[in-house]
C-alpha cells in the first residue's frame, strides 16, 4: 500500500476539493463501499475547511492502513491526518460538539464532532502556539455509535510521506502479532519511486508470515526475501507483552527513539542493506517496556536531529496522531523533507481522548 496523498491545504479553496477529490480516490483502491467513500469525503472537506479558514493552512495526508476488527480480520482503511502549525484549540471539548461554529481564527471551528462521530476512529492532539493534528480512519463499515473506548494494550500507527508529494512513498511500515508478541517493522527501499516503493512493500507482506519468529530471524528472512529488490533499510521492534520487554533490531538507517519513565533514549540500527549487504550478525537490544512507554521509529526523510516531544499527553494519543505529532514538529516550510519520510509508533495503550483508537 505504497499509494499516498500528501495535498497543501494553503490560500486557495480549491484545495479543499483537492482533498476531497484524493479521499475518494483512496476509498477507491481500499475498496470501501459507496456509502463509505461519501464519509471519506465529507470527513476530508472538513479537515481541509477547517485548515484554511482557522489555522492559516496546513496539509492533509492521506494514507491507506490495515484496520484490525475485534474478531481478527484486517481490511484496507482510508486514514486522513490534518497538520498545521497554527494557534492550536482552546477549548478542545467545545470544538468536539457537534454544531460547534466559532469565527475566532484561534479554533479549528466547526465539524470535527460530526468527524468524530461518522469516522471509525478519531482522535486529536492540540497545544497552544505548536498547533493541532486531526486523524480520521473510515473503514468498510459504519462506525458504531457508542462504541465505548478502545480496548486496553499496546497500539500501533503510522504516518507516511513521499518525497515531493509523488504518489508512492519508497518507505512503509507494517505490524504483526503472534501470542504475546507484538512486532512492528518501518522499511526505507533504497532510493525513491517505484522500485523503492516495491522493497519496502515486500518487507512489510513478508512480515505478516513472520509473527512467531525473534526480529534477527524476521531480518534474516527478509534478507531472503528483498535480494531480487533493491533492498531496504528495516528495522524490527517486537514487544513481548507478557514479559513487558522490548526488542529492538535493525539495519540500516531507520532512526529509533524510546520514550520510558518520561525520558527518551536512542535504539541503534547496525549499517547495512537488508536484501543487499547485511551484516553477519546483528545486535539485539532488550529494553523494559512501562504503561507509559512509547517508541517511534523513522526512516532518514525526518532531520537526523529532531527533538522527541516532551510532551506527556501522546503516549495517550492514537499512535498516528503521536506519529504526526512528531513528524510536524521535525519539520517546517523552510526546511522541507528531502527524501520519503514515514514515522510509526507503538505506544503501551490506554484510553484515547478524543475517540477510538487502532
Keep these: 500500500m505504497s499509494r499516498v496523498w500528501d495535498v497543501p491545504v494553503e490560500d486557495d479553496s480549491t484545495r479543499v476539493r483537492d482533498v476531497r477529490v484524493a479521499a475518494e480516490e483512496a476509498s477507491a483502491r ?22 484554511l479558514r482557522h489555522a492559516e493552512g496546513g496539509r492533509v495526508l492521506i494514507n491507506l492502513v490495515e484496520r484490525a476488527y475485534d474478531d481478527g480480520r484486517q481490511r484496507a482503511a482510508v486514514q486522513l491526518v490534518a497538520l498545521d502549525h497554527g494557534p492550536g484549540i482552546p477549548d478542545v471539548a467545545a470544538a468536539m460538539r457537534d454544531g460547534y461554529s466559532t469565527t475566532v481564527a484561534a479554533s479549528l471551528g466547526a465539524g470535527l464532532g460530526t468527524c468524530r462521530r ?22 468498510h463499515e459504519p462506525a458504531v455509535r457508542n462504541q465505548g473506548p478502545p480496548p486496553l494494550g499496546p497500539r500501533t500507527g503510522g504516518v507516511n510521506v513521499p518525497l515531493g508529494r509523488a504518489e508512492q512513498s519508497g518507505d512503509a511500515w507494517g505490524r504483526v502479532r503472534g501470542g504475546d508478541r507484538l512486532t512492528l517493522l518501518l522499511a526505507d527501499g533504497l532510493g525513491h519511486g517505484a522500485k523503492a516503493a516495491e522493497a519496502s512493500t515486500a518487507a512489510v507482506k513478508e512480515l505478516r508470515g513472520l509473527a512467531e519468529l525473534p526480529p534477527v530471524e524476521i531480518l534474516r528472512s527478509l534478507g531472503r526475501t528483498l535480494r531480487p529488490s533493491r533492498g531496504a533499510a528495516v528495522a524490527v521492534a517486537q514487544l513481548d507483552i507478557r514479559e513487558a520487554q522490548l526488542s529492538f533490531a535493525g539495519i540500516g538507517n531507520i532512526g ?18 537488508v536484501g543487499a549487504q547485511a551484516p553477519a550478525s546483528v545486535p539485539v537490544q532488550r529494553v523494559p517496556w512501562g504503561a507509559d512507554s512509547l517508541l517511534v521509529l523513522h526512516s532518514d526523510g525526518l532531520p537526523s536531529r529532531w527533538t522527541p516531544p516532551d510532551d506527556g499527553v501522546l503516549p495517550g494519543c492514537d499512535p ?15 526546511r522541507p523533507t528531502r527524501d520519503d519520510t514515514c514515522v510509526a509508533v507503538l505506544t503501551a495503550g490506554g484510553v484515547s481522548r478524543h475517540g477510538s483508537g487502532a
Excluded: C, Q, Y
Aim: hydrophobic share 50%; glycine share 10%.
Design 320 to 334: 498516528a496522531v503521536a506519529a504526526a505529532v512528531v513528524l510536524r514538529d521535525a519539520g517546517s516550510a523552510a
Design 256 to 273: 529509533a527513539r524510546l520514550r520510558t519513565d518520561g525520558a527518551w533514549k536512542p535504539l541503534l540500527s547496525h549499517p547495512g542493506i
Design 30 to 51: 481500499a475498496g470501501l463501499p459507496p456509502n463509505r467513500t461519501a464519509t471519506a469525503a465529507l470527513v476530508a472537506t472538513e479537515l481541509a475547511t477547517n485548515l
Design 118 to 139: 461518522i469516522a471509525n476512529d478519531f482522535d486529536l492532539h492540540s497545544a497552544p502556539g505548536r498547533g493541532t493534528v486531526v486523524m480520521a480512519r473510515i473503514g
